[in-house]
């Protein structure tokens, strides 16, 4: 068997809000560092209906994280779910709110 007779595995997720059976089409997600390697940490994929509704829900949620030494983890965002692209592969397509003078 040769590589290139070997068919793509497709993934097709579904929003993860309980009783909805769209596809996602976004991740919400965060970019997550342990100072040697980086990666989204995920807080759910959503079809367009329910993004902001998931993106509010990890925001909120976000603010009992706690890290480790060295860790470090950026705003919570959309990112577009495209096919055959990898985690690594995406780009934000929201900014976070502005924060409040502390």
């Known amino acids: ?9 497709h993934y097709r997720p579904e929003c993860h809000v309980a009783g909805c059976r ?8 965060a970019l997550w560092s342990d100072g040697t390697s980086r990666e989204l940490k995920n807080y759910g994929l959503t079809c367009a209906t329910h993004r ?10 976000s603010q009992d994280l706690h890290l480790a030494e060295g ?8 990112y577009r779910l495209e096919e055959g692209r990898r985690d690594a592969e995406l780009a934000p397509i929201d900014s976070p709110p502005p924060r409040s003078p502390s």
């Open 52 to 61: 902001a509704r998931l993106l509010e829900r990890a925001r909120a949620s």
């Open 1 to 9: 068997m040769d590589i290139d007779d070997i068919e793509v595995f």
């Open 22 to 29: 769209e596809p996602a089409v976004f991740k919400v997600a």
């Open 71 to 78: 860790e470090s983890v950026g705003p919570i965002q959309l």
